[in-house]
């Protein structure tokens, strides 16, 4: 059976898209441009990874840019004002995140309530805690921050891979594991397919939505974390709709939104899709950054449209295949 | 269906609760004065400032009715806003109004083509001019703030007519059309139906395709028209943050009306109410001295709280709760 895997496809975008920036500025194929790449984009790339699961399982979680701005408030206040050792603030932010995401999977999942307005007032909620905590924009300072930004894999060519980038990397690497290796992985599939029938089967939904949401706002958390690294500072104001970016993000990845099809490497490549079209414009210095949105809708139009025909042609062919003439 | 259904009450009675709290926190919350022909005072200031999210929850209300969602209402505020403020100086107000008007067209005739004709989800589908629409925006500004004068455009924010500010004046007689046309005819029970069960309605004959093309479009005239009123407020387009996050305001009116996420029944009273009522809350903070950073706080609580009112398990177990009683009762 012939058929195109969206993954595949995103890819050849990437790999197209890559090729025409590369053959109008000599020095984009450099392994410094794609360092950078990876390092501005990993903050989006943990997220997208969590956002993965969820859109997979049949949800959606519009909570994560707020919980991103926490994070980076949060640790910036513990270390900063409390003098709390960076590790030990990276550990109770992780905790507070995971039973912020299990209560949102709690309240979807035993009040049968769409994730869609649950995860907004999650959002709100998130949002106006850090809006509370501060209203400023706190540095860090510790020395830990300035050891991590310093590090850096050397790459032949020039180019570094930040300890950001690393993070980045293995968390696209466990996700992946953990959704096509492991138990958890198949049910969140299973959910995403048909609910009632993953029911039947013997998958736990009530434990499986908590774990879902809990895993997405424990990856916010960390993006959170690479985000602070990543501008050594604090801000309630911080990744700003970026669910939105997140979420374009998973689409592009070839994940259908509707549940049930999609993989994180699709998600990885969508992430690195968006940060070409920003690195494109940044070289090219004439375009202004509002071009990225508009390149991102297109980009998302053109996904959903390819995702629409072919679940078309799918249902069309199970049609043909069953003898169930069209009417 | 009279204009306020019988199961409005517990919104009506929630804005009168916070407006008397407000009364409470500010005692001059219900002194009105007349200045320069034009009311002035916080009960005043709470309708003139709410008017976008009415206006935005009266066009939601319809979309969310087909079950349905409208995620680009802030992205047409910012494109409608931009291109009212850039031809306002100069060209005459008429033109400035329709062309914003007729951009709000365009953008409701994409969303309802991309989910009527080709069947995309509604977030999915409105998510892609929420992300676009307001790089599109910029582009119309160039990235600039864009400032005007015409002392005509501007009164659609700050005007008044007979004392009452234009934008009140605006949202009553949008709610008075837009209550005419859907519950003067048989439109809003089609509507109802259609959000009830799509299939259903189809095959009995109702022009579902039309129908969800027409509300999305009815949706995106109200947002340009808000964002008429929110350019003409500031005398200026901001592409950047006009209409900044009030998708989810209006969204949240719409479920503080009653209307469920999951489309049916709806009321256009109830939602405008709904938008009152958020903007009575944002009011009343801002009066009792609290930062305002408490807004969205206090405003993931009340939807917590209505979510978990309206939640279906939860309406089932009240249920199953009184029909114990009743049956204890029988048995007595």
């Given amino acids: ?327 | 269906m009279s204009l306020v259904p019988r199961r409005g009450l517990p919104q009506i009675l929630a804005l009168i609760a916070i407006l008397a709290i407000d009364r409470l926190v500010s005692t001059q919350f219900f002194d009105l004065r007349l200045q320069d022909g034009r009311l002035f005072g916080s009960l005043v200031d709470v309708f003139n400032r709410g008017a976008p999210v009415a206006l935005l929850a009266l066009g939601m209300v319809l979309v969310i009715a087909t079950r349905g969602i409208d995620l680009s209402v802030g992205a047409v505020i910012a494109i409608s806003g931009a291109i009212a403020a850039s031809l306002a100086d100069t060209h005459a107000w008429p033109v400035a109004v329709a062309a914003a008007l007729g951009a709000g067209l365009l953008c409701g005739l994409w969303n309802g083509f991309l989910v009527a004709v080709l069947g995309i989800q509604p977030i999915v589908a409105t998510l892609i001019l929420m992300v676009a629409g307001r790089g599109v925006a910029q582009l119309i500004t160039e990235g600039r703030i864009v400032t005007f004068t015409s002392p005509d455009l501007i009164w659609f924010g700050t005007g008044s007519v007979f004392g009452v500010p234009a934008p009140v004046v605006i949202v009553a007689g949008m709610l008075l059309v837009t209550g005419l046309v859907v519950r003067g005819s048989s439109l809003g029970l089609l509507i109802e139906a259609t959000g009830g069960n799509p299939r259903a309605s189809e095959l009995s004959g109702v022009g579902i395709k039309m129908m969800i093309v027409a509300v999305y479009v009815w949706c995106s005239l109200c947002a340009a028209l808000a964002g008429i009123i929110a350019a003409a407020d500031i005398m200026g387009a901001d592409a950047n943050n006009a209409g900044l996050w009030l998708e989810l305001d209006a969204i949240l009116a719409v479920v503080i009306g009653g209307t469920s996420l999951f489309g049916g029944r709806f009321s256009l009273v109830l939602a405008v109410c709904g938008a009152l009522i958020i903007q009575a809350m944002n009011t009343g903070i801002l009066l009792s001295g609290y930062p305002p950073e408490f807004n969205l706080v206090v405003k993931a609580a009340v939807v917590l709280v209505v979510l978990l009112l309206q939640s279906p398990r939860l309406s089932g177990l009240t249920g199953a709760l009184r029909k114990a009683t009743t049956l204890r009762k029988a048995r007595a």
């Fill in chain 1, 1 to 327: 059976m012939m058929r195109v895997s969206p993954v595949l496809v995103t890819a050849l975008v990437f790999v197209a898209g890559f090729a025409i920036c590369a053959s109008q500025f000599p020095n984009f194929a450099s392994t410094r441009v794609v360092a950078n790449l990876l390092t501005d984009n990993a903050f989006l790339g943990v997220v997208a990874t969590g956002m993965t699961f969820v859109i997979i399982s049949g949800g959606i979680d519009l909570s994560v840019g707020s919980v991103i701005g926490f994070a980076t408030v949060f640790v910036a206040l513990t270390t900063e004002r409390m003098g709390l050792p960076p590790l030990a603030a990276f550990a109770i932010l992780l905790l507070l995140c995971a039973g912020f995401g299990a209560a949102m999977g709690a309240v979807i999942h035993f009040f049968d309530m769409p994730p869609f307005i649950v995860t907004l007032a999650g959002m709100f909620l998130v949002r106006g805690t850090s809006f509370l905590m501060s209203t400023e924009s706190t540095p860090i300072t510790a020395p830990f921050y300035v050891a991590v930004s310093d590090w850096g894999l050397a790459l032949p060519g020039g180019g570094r891979l930040t300890a950001i980038a690393l993070i980045m990397l293995c968390v696209v690497a466990l996700g992946s594991i953990l959704l096509h290796f492991t138990r958890f992985g198949t049910s969140v599939y299973a959910l995403g397919g048909n609910r009632t029938a993953a029911a039947l089967m013997g998958v736990p939904i009530g434990s499986m939505t908590v774990r879902i949401y809990m895993l997405s706002s424990v990856l916010a958390g960390i993006a959170g974390i690479v985000f602070s690294f990543y501008t050594a500072a604090g801000y309630s104001l911080s990744a700003v709709g970026v669910e939105l970016d997140t979420i374009a993000a998973v689409v592009i990845g070839g994940t259908l939104l509707t549940g049930g099809q999609g993989s994180t490497v699709g998600t990885f490549i969508g992430v690195l899709i968006q940060g070409l079209i920003q690195t494109y414009i940044n070289f090219d210095g004439t375009l202004s950054s509002w071009w990225t949105k508009i390149a991102t809708g297109i980009l998302l139009f053109l996904f959903i449209g390819l995702q629409q025909g072919m679940l078309k042609l799918a249902t069309r062919s199970r049609a043909r295949q069953a003898g169930v003439a069209k009417p």
